[in-house]
Nanobody, 123 residues
Framework: QVELVESGGGLVQAGGSLRLSCAASGRIFSLYATGWFRQAPGKEREFVAS????????YYADSVKGRFTISRDNAKNTVYLQMNSVKPEDTALYYC????????????????WGQGTQVTVSS
């Protein structure tokens, strides 16, 4: 069992930056790949970024590529999502998720989920 708790969300102006954190507890977190997903009001949840267990392979949605960076500190059991040059369309509830070893963009393949942290970008 892996428990995930997101933090760092809030209100930010367009063009600004925000860093989300996902703290994990439970099984050996360093063996788990992690992903960030988001759900905007009235829309389906979508993939944002993912990282394999070692952080050597990362994947990004086209909409955030070049602006967002996923990273992890296995010593702290924490995954981060650095969000730069944010846009109003980045407004959503952001979720952290985990699955063993290999990162994917398929939310259905993730076994563990956090409760989410709200990000609101004002124009």
């Amino acid at each position: 069992q892996v428990e995930l708790v997101e933090s760092g969300g809030g209100l930010v102006q367009a063009g600004g930056s925000l860093r989300l954190s996902c703290a994990a507890s439970g099984r050996i977190f360093s063996l788990y790949a992690t992903g960030w997903f988001r759900q905007a009001p009235g829309k389906e949840r979508e993939f944002v970024a993912s990282s394999n267990w070692s952080g050597t392979n990362t994947y990004y949605a086209d909409s955030v590529k070049g602006r967002f960076t996923i990273s992890r500190d296995n010593a702290k059991n924490t995954v981060y999502l650095q969000m730069n040059s944010v846009k109003p369309e980045d407004t959503a509830l952001y979720y952290c998720a985990a699955r063993p070893y290999i990162a994917t963009m398929d939310q259905g393949s993730y076994d563990y989920w956090g409760q989410g942290t709200q990000v609101t970008v004002s124009s």
